[in-house]
């Protein structure tokens, strides 16, 4: 990764003599390195950190939902105190129709009631 500024102000000295100067190429080399650094940090950041509340089958949801995707997904939704069951019935449908999550019945069923009773 940190040949690629030396290679590309090797290219335009010899090729373009004079077009890009050595000290605007430090200039770019320098800058280059400081966005690496900014990019390294953000990935840092976006460790896994959330959780789903304990509870009966809190651990099946866990697994299963966070294959694709964090759980903030799930403990970032707003309330749903009119219908939770048929909010979270519809959200795991369409992780099944939409996004191919594959889950046997009697599990998807704990983790409605889990998800219904936990996030509402
Ligand atoms: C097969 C991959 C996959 C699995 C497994 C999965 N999801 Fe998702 N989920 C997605 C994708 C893709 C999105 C949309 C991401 C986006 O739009 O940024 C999403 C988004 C969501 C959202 C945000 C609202 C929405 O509808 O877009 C919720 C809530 C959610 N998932 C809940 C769950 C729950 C609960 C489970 C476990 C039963 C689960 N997901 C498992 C792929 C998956």
């Not at 000290?23 to 690496?36: D, M």
């Not at 866990?62 to 294959?67: E, I």
């Not at 759980?71 to 048929?86: S, V």
């Not at 889990?114 to 996030?119: A, C, G, Q």
Request: with cysteine; net charge positive.
């Amino acid at each position: 990764m940190d040949t690629a500024p030396k290679k590309s102000r090797t290219r335009h000295s010899s090729a373009r003599a004079g077009a890009l100067d050595r000290r605007s190429a430090k200039r770019f080399a320098g800058k280059l390195s400081t966005n690496v650094g900014v990019w390294h940090r953000q990935t840092a950041l976006l460790a896994e950190t959330a959780q789903l509340r304990q509870g009966p089958d809190s651990e099946i949801a866990t697994t299963t939902c966070q294959v694709c995707h964090s759980l903030d997904y799930i403990t970032t939704q707003p309330p749903r105190l009119a219908n939770p069951g048929a909010f979270w019935t519809a959200e795991v449908t369409k992780m099944k129709k939409v996004y191919g999550l594959k889950l046997e019945d009697a599990d998807q069923a704990r983790i409605i009631d889990y998800l219904s009773k936990t996030y509402r």
